[in-house]
């Protein structure tokens, strides 16, 4: 009986003992550092002021990084996420895939941690985050954000479900609403009060997508469907409301193309004409366009994704910086007339010479 007792007591001495070894040999985990490297000569910017740079990282290595650009000091400062969120256990996640600033906020999708990691623009620290499933974009109108995602696991499957947009308050930074659209949608864009969503159907090997689905956002209903070509991924918006979209085709015999979306002659998509020809052309003079603001206009709530004027955050930043970022923006307010589509397209401007409006 006695040996029993002693046993039974030596046990959980012992376990006891061990863990109060292990705990007084614990250290605090090391914050990882930002790098800087000086890469060009300090400057006095008169309306950019740097950059971020979103990298995705190798898939299932949670190593999604941002960097940042400042043209003041001339300084490129890798993976400044660790030190301004040193109590985010995991980081900023696995596979960052879009970047966009908005309202003074830095918004990060993260495709395979499912989620949207929002960020203090200034200081990059964490404000909050929203978890959606292999979440892809993001886009803006007032104080929604909108994400498409593929809605299920990350894998090819002949049979997966259809994606989905999703409707985020920005300040709350709780779901409101969502809407099923094709499969695997990729970039969205916004103008005429419509959300233009391309889907690719990547998963759907060899059974591509090939449609771009239009909500309306009052509704928040597709409330169209137009058939473009398989494998769609890129949107631009221009001035003109004229939306062209980019496809992959399917990495063998069909190649990838580019296609041309007339927002206010919905349900059809053309090709561009030759550079040649669309170098010279120009809209008609009787398209007349009404502005708000001091810019030049366009469509009412476009929004594009290119490079981006926006706050950055730095060791001491100033409050008016402002950044190029691979995310997405929101183009000034104004509504252009003209009821039918311009017989000759102008060449669009490539994302690398893109000039953010100025605010």
Not at 180 to 187: A, D, R, S, W
Not at 207 to 216: A, C, F, G, K, L
Not at 324 to 336: D, F, K, V
Request: contains cysteine.
């Amino acid at each position: 009986m006695k040996k029993s007792l002693a046993r039974f007591l030596f046990r959980p001495c012992v376990l006891l003992a061990v863990l109060l070894a292990a705990g007084a040999c614990r250290k605090e985990l090391p914050m990882i550092r930002s790098e800087v490297d000086y890469v060009a000569l300090p400057t006095t910017p008169e309306r950019i002021e740097g950059f971020f740079l979103l990298n995705e990282g190798n898939m299932g290595s949670n190593k999604c990084t941002i960097d940042h650009f400042d043209a003041r000091s001339g300084g490129y400062r890798r993976n400044i996420y660790p030190e301004r969120n040193p109590g985010v256990v995991k980081e900023l996640g696995d596979v960052g895939n879009d970047l966009a600033i908005h309202d003074r906020r830095l918004y990060a999708v993260v495709n395979c941690s499912n989620l949207v990691e929002v960020m203090d623009v200034y200081t990059a620290e964490h404000i909050g985050s929203i978890s959606i499933p292999n979440c892809r974009y993001i886009v803006f109108e007032g104080d929604r954000a909108y994400v498409s995602s593929y809605a299920g696991p990350v894998q090819i499957d002949p049979e997966a479900r259809p994606g989905k947009v999703v409707e985020i308050d920005t300040r709350t930074l709780e779901i409101t609403r969502e809407v099923t659209v094709g499969y695997q949608p990729e970039e969205m864009v916004i103008t005429g009060g419509r959300l233009y969503v391309a889907n690719s159907g990547g998963y759907r090997f060899p059974d591509y997508d090939r449609t771009v689905s239009v909500i309306d956002l009052d509704s928040f209903e597709v409330v169209n469907t137009i058939d473009v070509t398989i494998n769609l991924h890129r949107m631009e918006l221009d001035r003109y409301g004229r939306i062209y979209v980019s496809s992959r085709g399917d990495y063998y015999g069909t190649g990838s193309d580019i296609y041309v979306i007339d927002s206010f002659e919905i349900g059809r998509a053309t090709r561009p004409r030759s550079a040649s020809s669309a170098a010279s052309a120009s809209p008609p003079a009787r398209c007349a366009s009404t502005t708000t603001g001091s810019t030049s206009s366009a469509p009412s709530g476009a929004t594009r994704r290119s490079r981006t004027k926006s706050h950055i955050p730095s060791t001491t930043p100033p409050r008016n910086a402002s950044s190029r970022t691979t995310s997405s923006q929101t183009a000034p307010t104004g509504r252009l007339h003209c009821p039918t589509a311009w017989r000759s397209i102008p060449r669009p401007r490539s994302s690398t010479s893109a000039t953010p409006p100025t605010t």
